[in-house]
T-cell receptor, first 120, second 110 residues
Framework: GAVVSQHPSRVICKSGTSVKIECRSLDFQATTMFWYRQFPKKSLMLMATSNEGSKATYEQGVEKDKFLINHASLTLSTLTVTSAHPEDSSFYIC????????????????FGPGTRLTVL | GQSLEQPSEVTAVEGAIVQINCTYQ??????LSWYQQHDGGAPTFLSYNALDGLEETGRFSSFLSRSDSYGYLLLQELQMKDSASYFCAVYAGNNRKLIWGLGTSLAVNP
């Protein structure tokens, strides 16, 4: 299957700093990328949908000024957590959708390995 | 609203067969996916059903009944490494988003 990389895999930062997480599709072009947040033992929570060359679409309750998303190319999307606070500590996962249709559906999503953010 | 229901926990022994059910209520249904996630890792794709019926891939099979808004993941010849969380997820809506279930924690015991 297609490969999605995510960097960094783990980051620890002080409260008030900003953290940038990169998501790359390595062997396919992803016009759509998704950013998720996951708390321990919980399901994935979609934060935003990122389309190449346009503004991201944020889910209800997600602060767009807090979580800045940039999808500058067909293989790269970034999530910046601005002025991070301890409550932002979480596991952040990106996924990229391959546009080749899967059984007539919307295409399979491939997930990055995740970034564990700890804000002190 | 849109929702998916699956059992929170399942326990089985090595070599056994286990079925994880998923019922959904969504609009604009495209298909049902299953993902596996080990502790500390990201979800990995297992299967996708857009049409009614059973899809078999090795030890894992997935079933869908669109008329019943129901699907299941069948795991055969369970191994210890199958201990993980299993999520059903539905592609739905005009924007083709994945709607996630809360996950089923599978524990495989010796």
């Amino acid at each position: 299957g297609a490969v999605v990389s995510q960097h960094p895999s783990r980051v620890i930062c002080k409260s008030g700093t900003s953290v940038k997480i990169e998501c790359r599709s390595l062997d396919f072009q992803a016009t759509t990328m998704f950013w998720y947040r996951q708390f321990p033992k919980k399901s994935l929570m979609l934060m935003a949908t990122s389309n190449e060359g346009s503004k991201a679409t944020y889910e209800q309750g997600v602060e767009k000024d807090k979580f800045l998303i940039n999808h500058a190319s067909l293989t790269l999307s970034t999530l910046t957590v601005t002025s991070a606070h301890p409550e932002d500590s979480s596991f952040y996962i990106c996924s990229a959708r391959e546009e080749v249709r899967l059984a007539g559906g919307p295409g399979e999503q491939f997930f990055g390995p995740g970034t564990r953010l700890t804000v002190l | 609203g849109q929702s998916l229901e699956q059992p929170s926990e399942v326990t089985a022994v090595e070599g056994a067969i286990v079925q994880i059910n998923c019922t959904y209520q969504t609009s604009g249904f495209y298909g049902l996916s299953w993902y596996q996630q080990h502790d500390g890792g990201a979800p990995t794709f297992l299967s996708y059903n857009a049409l009614d019926g059973l899809e078999e891939t090795g030890r894992f099979s997935s079933f869908l009944s669109r008329s019943d808004s129901y699907g299941y993941l069948l795991l055969q010849e369970l191994q210890m490494k199958d201990s993980a969380s299993y999520f059903c997820a539905v592609y739905a809506g005009n924007n083709r988003k994945l709607i996630w279930g809360l996950g089923t924690s599978l524990a495989v015991n010796p």
